[in-house]
């Protein structure tokens, strides 16, 4: 009931929230930003369950499981970018997020280096 | 008293000469088979067929060469063993070619499953990003064994010319010992020729025209923006025409050149045979029948070989060809599971792999069927002489 302890956590944020913003606004964004912390630590456990199941069905077929951990890490970079990005974007700061996105993009395009390198050695090896 | 003796007469007339006669047969029987196989023996030697058996032997790993050389002369070949060796390497080659593929679907569905979570985040270099890493993923497994595969169909190729090229002279003084002076004087040279320059053509010019095509189908799927998938498509629907013409062409002049001169070959040892029996007082007729079971037994010997060279052939490409069977038959399989839950490019990109394996498979068949008809061809040219006696 994983679920329903995150939907609690939203709830009892928004009306923390919806309460502070009448007598200190300032205080809202910091009750927000805890709020997604809790969330995603709350999913952690469950994400950590599928990226186990998925290294399992990995390693039991012939894949190269350097590259497929490249490619979970990039989605977890995705998502704790995007989280990061939201919630400068909630408080009103785009610049700040654009910027995160920016790095974001570039930590994930620096970690695909090696695979860009990886396909094309394969079609140079290919080649006569 | 008469009528008995006359009894007996017949009764020793007719029951002592009957034993005699039946071992006396047998005997000669031994004689003859005896005769046979030392003919058989001399004429193995004077042709020099060990060295070409020992040549033979390096091709064929675990199967007895010169075993069934000699069942071959004999007439009795055992199927069952080639049969198992075939069966053992094409579930080999599946089982490899499926990993391939369960390994290319897993990619596909971790990707999938990651797509779900990477989608919903409004971040759109992240889900392209992940696509290009799933590409090229597969890509990485799918081309993990590809040298190699051309590397195999390579050798193979380069073991089939210098084989052919082994083959074909011994053929051919085979050829010239069964009677057929002409033929095989037109035939060697041509033979050689075209199948040395066939098999130069398809290793240094098809093989690489095909994998550049292949290169650029992997790079065109990479991206929505440069597609060079037509190229990619004209090149290898080039390479499949030149494959066609070629062997039609290998075809056309093998036929004529065999059609041509074998009855030529024919008039010529008549004319020889009945020289010797004409001219030769006394004796002559009996030469004239020696030549004729001299030229059998080099034709059985010939044939023989012809057996064997078709055999050898058969075991240097059995490997590459039904490897690529396997690749093909897998990858076309794939393409088809995949397409419910992969990305239209990734079906795309693992179909014209299959693709690709089909046509070296046709480069494979090609060489083999060319090699198999140029000898059987030599084979029959000798036999149609020789039926003009």
Redesign the interface.
């Known amino acids: 009931m994983d679920i329903v302890k995150i939907i609690g956590v939203g709830f009892i944020a928004v009306i923390i929230i919806v309460i502070l913003k009448q007598y200190r606004p300032e205080f809202a964004i910091y009750a927000s930003i805890i709020a997604g912390v809790i969330i995603i630590l709350m999913i952690t456990d469950t994400l950590s369950g599928i990226i186990n199941l998925l290294q399992d069905i990995a390693n039991r077929t012939n894949v190269n499981t350097q590259f497929l951990k490249i490619l979970m890490k990039i989605t977890g970079i995705a998502i704790l970018t995007e989280f990061a990005v939201s919630i400068c974007k909630d408080s009103g700061e785009t610049a700040v997020a654009n910027k995160i996105d920016i790095g974001g993009k570039v930590i994930i395009i620096s970690m695909s280096i090696p695979i860009i390198r990886a396909l094309l050695e394969t079609v140079l090896k290919i080649l006569p | 008293m008469k009528k008995i003796f006359l009894v007996l007469l017949i009764c020793v007339i007719y029951i002592f000469p009957n034993v005699s006669f039946a071992t006396e047969k047998s005997s000669n029987n031994e004689e003859i088979k005896n005769e046979q196989e030392q003919t058989l023996e001399n004429q193995k030697q004077s042709l020099g067929i060990g060295d070409f058996l020992s040549e033979a032997k390096k091709y064929t790993e675990d199967i007895d060469v010169t075993e069934l050389f000699n069942s071959a002369i004999s007439g009795n070949l055992d199927n069952t063993k080639i049969l198992k060796y075939i069966i053992n390497i094409l579930g080999d080659n599946l089982k490899d070619a499926l990993?391939?593929m369960?390994?290319v679907i897993?990619?596909i569905?971790?990707?999938s499953?990651?797509k779900t979570?990477?989608e919903n985040?409004?971040?759109e270099?992240?889900a392209k990003?992940?696509y290009?890493?799933?590409?090229?993923?597969i890509?990485?497994?799918i081309?993990g064994n590809?040298?190699n595969i051309?590397e195999d169909i390579k050798i193979s190729i380069s073991d089939l010319t210098s084989f052919a090229n082994t083959l074909i002279p011994l053929l051919t003084t085979l050829m010239i010992a069964t009677g057929n002076a002409v033929s095989s004087h037109m035939i060697e040279p041509i033979l050689l020729l075209v199948i040395t320059f066939i098999g130069n053509f398809i290793t240094n010019v098809l093989?690489?025209i095909v994998?550049?095509s292949?290169?650029l189908g992997?790079?065109s799927k990479?991206s929505d923006y440069a597609q060079v998938d037509k190229l990619s498509k004209f090149l290898k629907k080039g390479s499949t025409l030149v494959l066609t013409t070629i062997l039609t062409l290998f075809m056309s002049l093998a036929t004529l050149e065999g059609g041509i001169t074998s009855g030529l070959d024919g008039m010529t040892l008549k004319a020889g045979k009945s020289l010797v029996s004409n001219a030769i007082p006394v004796v002559g007729g009996i030469l004239g029948d020696a030549i004729d079971t001299v030229l059998g037994y080099s034709n059985i010997i010939k044939n023989a070989v012809g057996v064997v060279g078709i055999f050898v052939i058969i075991c240097i490409c059995i490997k590459p060809i039904l490897n690529l069977t396997a690749l093909t038959i897998t990858y076309y399989l794939g393409a088809a599971l995949c397409q419910p839950i992969a990305d239209k490019k990734i079906v795309s990109l693992i179909e014209q792999m299959g693709g690709t394996f089909k046509i070296f498979l046709a480069i494979m068949f090609t060489i083999t069927v060319m090699l198999i008809i140029g000898i059987a061809i030599v084979m029959r040219i000798s036999n149609s002489g020789l039926m003009y006696q």
């Open positions: 990993q391939v369960s390994g897993v990619v569905i971790i990707h499953i990651l979570i990477s985040l409004g971040n270099s992240v990003i992940a290009y890493i799933q590409y090229i993923l890509v990485t497994l081309m590809f040298s051309i093989i690489p994998l550049v292949t290169a992997i790079i990479i």
